[in-house]
């Protein structure tokens, strides 16, 4: 998930009216806080009333777009709150839950993809967790906690530290000092070194039934809630990305060509891929991956007689296409797919990409 593709009112009613002036600083840009998401309540409830045996390392896992990330940092909230409701949950009001909501607690370190840049603090994308940020956070977990109830550490997404990062992790995992706690967040815990998956206690971030996730986002101000829905296949945060205008006329154009693999223009299609600068590019490689995949999953689907699950508005051309698929080439193109998608966090040329999952796609037909 990123952590930037939706604005929680919480962070609009700018946090930082609530730490006093000297307190204030010019220094780097505050990474944006992710409020706790309502279908979040009961399972957040149940896991603190566990708070005394709260693990040092918890991995909390799950799809994308369902909100783990916000899950995390609620959880730290809630362990570094000073005075925390009866069921566990944070209070909200108290110094320690202020600065975090803010950004700048001193007991939290959050190591995400969102990076305060080195000369004018202001926030950029990285692709990797690198491992000098995690050598200050083993630093900083060893001096005392600041306001006295402990230090908590978020990585977001776990999986993007690099081996050397990792392997950084690794003592503090092994001896966490007193009073520590670790969140690390994925989705794809089969990418986190085994090392470090198996002294995590694991945490299934949970999943909003439909009626929750449509009403969630109609309140959010989605005209068409099913439909987004549909297409992130129920997650609820991605579904709200791909409500953007823009997004859903290019998903529209993607969906088009698709269903005239014949005339599928490869060259084209692809350059839809170049516009903006190098996080552009990123995030319209990533959704065209994800309607390639979503699309072969559908062919898939209907060709074994059942309804397309993530297109149901382009119902008719996956009937028309799904018999002129062979379904092993398919089923070995899905995975394909997949794989490249999971491999998005490394440096890759994305037009290039496009180009070999087009040529490929037109190949199946
Ligand atoms: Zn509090």
Redesign the pocket.
């Known amino acids: 998930m990123c952590a930037a593709s939706w604005t929680p009112s919480s962070t609009r009613s700018n946090p930082r009216n609530h730490v006093s002036a000297d307190e204030r600083d010019d220094g780097p840009t505050a990474l944006p806080w992710l409020p706790l998401l309502p279908w979040q309540l009961e399972a957040t409830r149940s896991a603190l009333a566990q708070r005394a045996t709260w693990p040092h390392a918890l991995l909390v896992h799950g799809r994308r777009g369902i909100g783990k990330h916000a899950l995390a940092l609620n959880f730290a909230?809630?362990l570094?709150?000073?005075?925390?409701r009866p069921d566990g949950l944070?209070?909200?009001?108290?110094?320690?839950?202020?600065y975090?909501i803010a950004g700048q607690h001193p007991d939290l370190i959050r190591l995400e993809l969102l990076e305060p840049d080195a000369t004018d603090g202001a926030l950029t994308e990285v692709d990797t967790i690198a491992i000098d940020r995690v050598r200050t956070l083993t630093e900083s977990v060893q001096l005392t906690s600041h306001r006295g109830r402990a230090k908590v550490a978020v990585i977001a997404p776990a999986d993007r530290m690099n081996v050397a990062a990792a392997n950084a992790l690794l003592k503090t995992l092994e001896e966490p000092p007193a009073d520590t706690f670790l969140i690390l967040v994925t989705e794809q815990p089969g990418r986190v070194p085994a090392t470090i998956l198996s002294r995590c206690r694991q945490f299934a971030a949970p999943l909003p039934s439909a009626d929750d996730a449509r009403a969630w986002l109609a309140r959010t101000g989605v005209a068409a809630p099913e439909l987004v829905l549909a297409q992130a296949a129920g997650a609820p945060l991605a579904a709200l990305a791909l409500a953007d205008p823009d997004v859903q006329s290019e998903r529209r154009a993607w969906l088009t060509a698709l269903s005239r693999p014949a005339q599928l223009s490869v060259a084209a299609l692809a350059g839809r891929i170049e516009a903006g600068g190098r996080d552009e590019r990123k995030a319209r490689l990533a959704r065209a991956l994800d309607w390639l995949i979503a699309w072969s999953a559908d062919i898939a689907r209907v060709r074994a007689g059942d309804a397309a699950r993530q297109n149901p508005d382009a119902a008719e051309a996956l009937t028309r296409l799904a018999p002129q698929v062979a379904p092993i080439p398919l089923f070995r193109y899905h995975r394909l797919l997949l794989a490249q998608r999971a491999l998005l966090a490394h440096p890759l040329q994305p037009r290039l990409v496009v180009e070999a999952a087009l040529i490929d796609y037109k190949a199946l037909f």
């Open positions: 909230q809630a570094l709150c000073e005075t925390p944070a209070c909200g009001e108290c110094p320690s839950c202020r975090a």
